[in-house]
């Protein structure tokens, strides 16, 4: 069964340091997405990314994030200077995209400690 | 007032019962609704999506009421295996640029 894959499963950076989570979604799917859930919070929409360019954007989406789909494969979400408070488990979906059909597809999140 | 509110639980229920959970959201413009399952330190998976009509999936069963904003979710026969953190979610559109609402989920133990 198709599936959604993320990379690294967990990633330690120290604060102000840039990293960057990797996503392959699912290779028919149209749309994809960066969601977030901070311990034992709700699970938050960031980005939806369409036709190479970002679709939907919420307010946690600042400057210090991108997005980017540099081959046909991949997916990634880029955080430029890190703060403490994002820290977090960062899920990447993927979704048809048809009208009718949005169902979204979590991969099994990428968990990133900030020190 | 949130997005979508659900009850955190824990709901602690004897294997074979009956289980039911409520969600409401607070957008009147949403148009589409789902339930996922997010076990412990995993990702959400989906449930069932939720339709006007009401729609049943086995022993699960999900009702929408757009006039309240209220959606629920009937469990039958509950199964250990059933243990998991249950989440309400709501889109604006039916198309595919919006992302998903979450709620913080209900947390459901089943127990032997």
């Known amino acids: 069964e198709p599936e959604v894959t993320q990379t690294p499963s967990h990633q330690v950076t120290q604060m102000g340091q840039e990293v960057i989570l990797r996503c392959v979604p699912i290779s028919n799917h149209l749309y994809f997405y960066w969601y977030r859930q901070i311990l034992g919070q709700k699970v938050e929409f960031l980005v939806s990314?369409?036709?190479?360019?970002?679709?939907?954007k919420s307010e946690i989406f600042d400057d210090q994030f991108s997005v980017e789909r540099p081959d046909g494969s991949n997916f990634t979400l880029k955080i430029r200077s890190t703060k403490l408070e994002d820290s977090a488990m960062y899920f990447c979906a993927s979704s048809p995209g048809d009208r009718g059909n949005t169902e979204a597809f979590f991969g099994q999140g990428t968990r990133l400690t900030v020190v | 007032r949130k997005e979508v509110e659900q009850d955190p639980g824990p709901f602690n229920v004897p294997e074979g019962a009956t289980v039911a959970f409520n969600c409401t959201y607070s957008n009147s413009a949403s148009q589409s609704f789902f339930w996922y399952r997010q076990d412990c330190r995993k990702e959400p998976k989906l449930l069932m999506s939720?339709?006007?009509s009401g729609n049943e999936d086995g022993r699960f069963t999900a009702q929408l009421n757009r006039a309240s904003q209220y959606i629920s979710l009937l469990i039958r026969d509950s199964k250990l295996s059933d243990s998991a953190t249950y989440l309400c979610v709501v889109k604006r559109s039916g198309g595919g640029a919006d992302g998903l609402t979450f709620g913080k989920g209900t947390h459901l133990i089943i127990q032997p």
């Open positions: 939720v339709y006007s």
């Open positions: 990314f369409y036709n190479n360019e970002i679709s939907e």
